[in-house]
C-alpha cells in the first residue's frame, strides 16, 4: 500500500488500460490521499498493481462495458465477474477479462495468434477477441491460432484467408 507524506492512505481511484508507445499493454492507477486531498497518477505494466490498488476495481473501460449492460443482466455480470477475478486473485477487472469470465476462461491465444491480435485496432479488438473465441468454443478447439483468425476474417469481411 501506498502512504502519503502526510502519514495517510493512498487510496486507489481508478485504473485506466493504456498502450505504451511499443505497443504493450499498461495501466495508468489514480490514486489519492482522503486526508490532504493529494493526488498521485502511476503508470506501471499491466498485470503488475500488487500494492498499487487497495481493493477489487474495475478499469474505466470495463466499468463502462458495465453500465452499457442491460439493466436487467448488469448484477449478473458484475457477480460472475468479480467471483472469477476472485478466484484467480486479481485485483483489478479489465474489459478482456469480462470475456474471459464469460466465457469460462477454457480458450488459449497461439503466441502468434496473440501477437496479430494486438494489430487489431483497438475499438474492434474486444470485439475480435470475443468472436475468435467464440468461435472457438463452438468448434471444440482449445486454442485460437493464426488459421482460425485467418478462416473469421474471411467468413466475416469476404477476404481470401489466403495470402497473395
Given at each position: ?147 482460425l483468425m485467418e478462416e473469421v476474417k474471411a467468413r466475416y469481411f469476404g477476404m481470401a484467408a489466403q495470402k497473395?
Amino acid at each position: 500500500m501506498l502512504v502519503c507524506g502526510c502519514g495517510g492512505w493512498m487510496h486507489t481511484e481508478g485504473v485506466e488500460e493504456r498502450l505504451a508507445e511499443d505497443g504493450q499493454p499498461t495501466w495508468f492507477v489514480r490514486t489519492e490521499c482522503r486526508p490532504c486531498r493529494w493526488l498521485v497518477g502511476i503508470e506501471v505494466s499491466a498485470g503488475q498493481v500488487d500494492g498499487l490498488v487497495d481493493r477489487l476495481m474495475w478499469s474505466d473501460d470495463a466499468k463502462h462495458r458495465l453500465d452499457r449492460t442491460p439493466p436487467y443482466a448488469a448484477p449478473f455480470l458484475r457477480e460472475l465477474v468479480e467471483g472469477f477475478a476472485k478466484a484467480r486473485q486479481q485485483r483489478v477487472i479489465t474489459y478482456d477479462l469480462i470475456d474471459q469470465a464469460q466465457t469460462g476462461d477454457v480458450v488459449a491465444w497461439d503466441p502468434d495468434a496473440e501477437q496479430r491480435l494486438a494489430n487489431v485496432p483497438a475499438p474492434v479488438r474486444a470485439m475480435a477477441r470475443v468472436e475468435l473465441e467464440r468461435t472457438a468454443v463452438d468448434r471444440g478447439a482449445r486454442v485460437v491460432t493464426v488459421a482460425l483468425m485467418e478462416e473469421v476474417k474471411a467468413r466475416y469481411f469476404g477476404m481470401a484467408a489466403q495470402k497473395q
